[in-house]
């Protein structure tokens, strides 16, 4: 187990640059996930902690000690890649026992430690089978075992799940959690499936475009975003955003006015801004004249299981609500409704997109 | 417009007239020839005389070939050469092809001049060595000289006669194991070498455990090309040695050609010549078999 430490990280390949510049501090035993975009910088800032990347500048630190110049195989890394991590040509067993016997361990103790994994990981109808003939789920699982059997000092997974069905998926997330906890190792996860981010991690590393976005606990990302990115990519269905005017008691979008009663500490005064609010905080049990309270036409609704979604829009701009009450009468699309936004949970960004501060 | 008989025609009738040109030119080529060769190999026939005065002799000629002790001592010859040039050629092209695996200034350039060798004529390729061979003014015996060794007979001693035309054929056909070799090792997932690096594998493990086994069935196919090729080697005695001296460097082919062509045996040389097919499909049986079981495995 080590703590890591990046130290302005950088990667350019000729004039493009894939991470800018990173900094980061990641605790022993920590579960941290890199979440963002494709081609946001997370592969590659994990290829570089792995060694198979050389950064163009910046340190890498494990346990305080510098580790740029080791090549991969002496960093005591562990890696499980997106899709093909197995040696096709061996099976799980021998797979499992390849690192291990790279490392010359005795053949006592790699049986001793195969063991254990297989123990672990519930692996033993499958060790004697080749990775091809065995379902994506179980392929992961046994390169997970064979990357945690030589008790690496970090386990590096770049999209380890994204090759499995959505339904084995989640059986996984939990495993895999499970497993991280257990083994206390300390973990980067790479993804772009932001609901995989928030279920797994300890804290998330939200990037973007080579940079780091922010940095904090699931809970912190999805409550406090710190700019319009993180607002929109965090969060399912996405956050509503929506161009406002502040104006004395409330907020103007278009021509329609939605009324607060006071003006949420961050806006002083008025002008241009972007609302932020999430759809389980826009409900159609709205009363007329009370703060955060519209009338609004139902343009379109859905269901997926027991959420109801329905969209309306205010300026001509659009918004999606949740119904959280079940017995609730469906809203009916071609009415209007008077829809109610939980003042406390709205968020302002300027126009371009930072979140405002209160003063 | 009016329509053409094309139009008229039935879907299979469409696809048959397409095959027939490919598969009158087989018939003509192969299926004819064979049925012929099998025909005459039951014959005491020479083309020098006419087919009146040849008769069926059954399975003589067969059984007089292979009771023959030369007949033997060709193979044995042969199959000397075919180990010695084939082994040569896996071991240098694989090393070869391992290094122009990466990428490397210079790598695309290097590989063409590596597979030139390949592109000649064999008969070319056959008196070019027969000139470095050449006792008293061929290179061979020139750089010898440089590093301090003694003048060699190469071409007139059969024991070093094998290895000047082993080098020539390992020579010409190492391109090919290494053309091969690169594309398999090249076709490896990268993601499977990084796996390999991560986990700690040494470069020497790295290729045995990981590299080799994975490329083992387009290498498999290398060998047995080259096998093949080898076994039926001819052109190369025939620039260089002649067979010679004596017949102490004759192929197993060399002297079908001998019989067919310089003494004129038409029914003993095609009854060689059957034995040869009947070899080379046995050995090829032998891997396809191999490569489907690998293929099949996981």
């Known amino acids: 187990m080590a703590s890591i430490k990046l130290n302005n990280l950088t990667m350019r390949y000729g004039n493009s640059t894939a991470v800018n510049g990173i900094n980061l501090a990641i605790d022993d035993g920590e579960f941290v996930v890199f979440l963002g975009p494709s081609g946001c910088g997370k592969t590659t800032t994990l290829r570089c902690i792995a060694g198979l990347e050389n950064p163009t500048s910046g340190d890498i630190l494990f346990d305080g000690v510098k580790v740029n110049h080791l090549h991969a195989s002496a960093r005591n890394v562990a890696m499980v890649f997106q899709f093909i991590s197995l040696y096709p040509h061996k099976t799980v067993r021998k797979n499992i026992a390849f690192p291990l016997r790279a490392r010359g361990l005795s053949e006592a103790q790699i049986v001793e430690k195969i063991k254990w994994v297989e123990d672990v990981f519930s692996l033993s109808e499958v060790m004697d089978r080749y990775p091809n003939s065995l379902p994506p789920g179980s392929r992961q699982l046994a390169a997970l075992a064979r990357a945690v059997v030589r008790d690496p000092k970090v386990l590096l997974l770049d999209e380890p799940l994204s090759a499995i069905d959505e339904q084995f998926r989640e059986e996984m997330r939990w495993e895999l959690k499970h497993l991280q906890s257990r083994l206390g190792v300390t973990t980067i996860h790479v993804t772009h499936d932001q609901r995989e981010a928030m279920s797994l991690a300890d804290r998330i590393v939200l990037m973007h475009s080579g940079d780091v976005v922010q940095i904090g606990t699931p809970q912190a990302l999805f409550n406090d975003p710190i700019n319009e990115f993180a607002a929109h990519f965090i969060g399912s269905p996405a956050m509503n955003l929506a161009d406002v005017q502040v104006a004395s008691g409330g907020l103007m979008l278009g021509s329609s006015l939605l009324p607060l009663g006071s003006l949420p500490t961050p806006l002083s005064e008025p002008g241009n801004l972007r609302l932020g609010i999430r759809p389980n905080h826009v409900q159609r049990d709205g009363k007329a004249g009370e703060p955060g309270c519209v009338l609004a036409l139902i343009e379109d609704r859905y269901a997926i299981g027991r959420e109801e979604y329905f969209q309306f829009s205010l300026g001509g701009q659009k918004f999606v609500g949740i119904d959280k009450e079940k017995n609730r009468q469906l809203a009916e699309v071609g009415t209007s409704e008077m829809i109610r936004f939980d003042c406390a949970e709205m968020r302002f960004f300027t126009p371009d997109g930072i979140k405002v501060v209160a003063p | ?298």
């Open chain 2, 1 to 298: 417009m009016k329509k053409t008989i094309f139009y008229r025609l039935s879907d299979k009738t469409y696809c048959g007239v397409f095959i027939l040109p490919a598969l009158a030119v087989l018939v003509l080529m192969v299926a004819y020839p064979f049925i012929s060769l099998l025909y005459y190999s039951t014959l005491n026939f020479s083309i020098l005389r006419p087919m009146q005065e040849t008769q069926h002799i059954g399975l003589q000629n067969y059984t007089e070939l292979l009771t023959s002790p030369d007949l033997w001592d060709r193979f044995i010859f042969t199959g000397k050469f075919v180990v010695m040039t084939v082994g040569i050629q896996m071991l240098v092209g694989t090393a070869i092809a391992y290094f122009l695996q990466r990428d490397f200034r210079g790598r695309d350039i290097l590989f063409t001049i590596f597979m030139l060798p390949m592109m000649l004529c064999p008969i070319v390729v056959g008196f070019l060595w027969r000139y470095i061979f050449n006792s008293e003014w061929g290179m061979a015996n020139y750089l010898l000289k440089l590093i301090g060794g003694e003048k060699m007979d190469w071409l007139g001693r059969s024991e070093n006669a094998i290895w000047a035309v082993v080098i020539a054929d390992a020579w010409m056909w190492t391109p090919f194991v290494i053309l091969l070799a690169t594309a398999a090792f090249r076709s490896i997932p990268n993601d499977i070498n990084e796996a390999a690096d991560i986990d700690g594998a040494s470069p020497a493990l790295r290729f045995f455990q990981i590299t080799l086994p994975l490329s083992a069935p387009i290498l498999l196919i290398a060998l047995l090309l080259r096998l093949i090729d080898a076994f039926k080697q001819n052109d190369l005695f025939f620039a260089m040695t002649g067979g010679g001296p004596g017949s102490e460097t004759a192929t197993v082919s060399f002297m079908l050609g001998k019989l067919a062509f310089g003494h004129f045996y038409t029914g003993e040389a095609s009854a060689l010549a059957v034995i040869l097919l009947l070899i080379i499909t046995g050995l090829s049986m032998i891997f396809v078999r191999y490569l489907l079981g690998i293929s099949q495995k996981g």
